[in-house]
């Protein structure tokens, strides 16, 4: 078994562990569901090396039944079909512009707003290239299950502006990119878009 498929356990086991204390009303299975957190994280710790209470904070106590996260990004290309990438500020790697969806905007809206904050350009998400699931893909370990939407955008304005929480903004041919920061997009990933953009390929990529 890899790391990609013991996480996926760890975190299907952390789910059981948080829905049981949500609707637990005993002691005795408050107790076990609580070992059961306990178990879990310090699994989530081996694998990941995020150290224990770091964890605590990035799992408190649910307060409704616990489900994915969603990463909404965006590919655009230039003119001559580079591909815009932000250097993130948090490991100084490169992906493409997005970010988490946001309660009370769309997806579409999410990544129009995160390409605004980080590139300064408005733009047009024209269509859903592909749902990942990141269990399905070489990411690093990372705690939270994670469904990644990618969408074609078309730009409306010109000028890059980098935003304040990213370090950079360019545009890299597809056989030139650069060091990706691969908790958020894989080269693989950005090939399969890539091609999917140049040959008008309008199917939608579901894991």
């Not at 299950?145 to 010109?158: E, R």
């Amino acid at each position: 078994m890899n790391n990609s498929e013991l996480l996926t356990l760890i975190t299907q086991l952390r789910s059981v562990a948080d829905i049981g204390l949500l609707y637990a009303k005993n002691e005795y299975d408050i107790e076990r569901y609580t070992e059961l957190q306990h178990i879990s994280t310090q699994m989530l710790d081996n694998v990941t090396d995020f150290g224990a209470e770091t964890i605590k904070m990035l799992f408190p106590q649910v307060q409704d039944y616990p489900t994915a996260k969603v990463d909404i990004r965006g590919i655009l290309l230039s003119p001559d079909n580079k591909i815009l990438l932000a250097r993130e500020s948090t490991d100084g790697k490169w992906s493409l512009p997005g970010g988490w969806g946001d309660i009370g905007y769309s997806p579409k809206e999410v990544i129009i707003k995160e390409f605004k904050e980080e590139t300064g350009l408005d733009i047009i998400p024209e269509r859903l290239l592909a749902i990942f699931d990141k269990k399905m893909h070489p990411h690093p370990p990372q705690p939270f299950y994670v469904y990644k939407m990618v969408f074609f955008c078309k730009a409306i304005s010109l000028t890059l502006n980098k935003g304040f929480d990213v370090l950079d903004v360019q545009y890299f041919d597809i056989d030139q990119l650069p060091e990706l920061s691969e908790d958020r997009i894989l080269k693989s990933q950005i090939e399969l878009l890539y091609h999917k953009v140049i040959s008008g390929d309008t199917s939608v990529q579901v894991d």
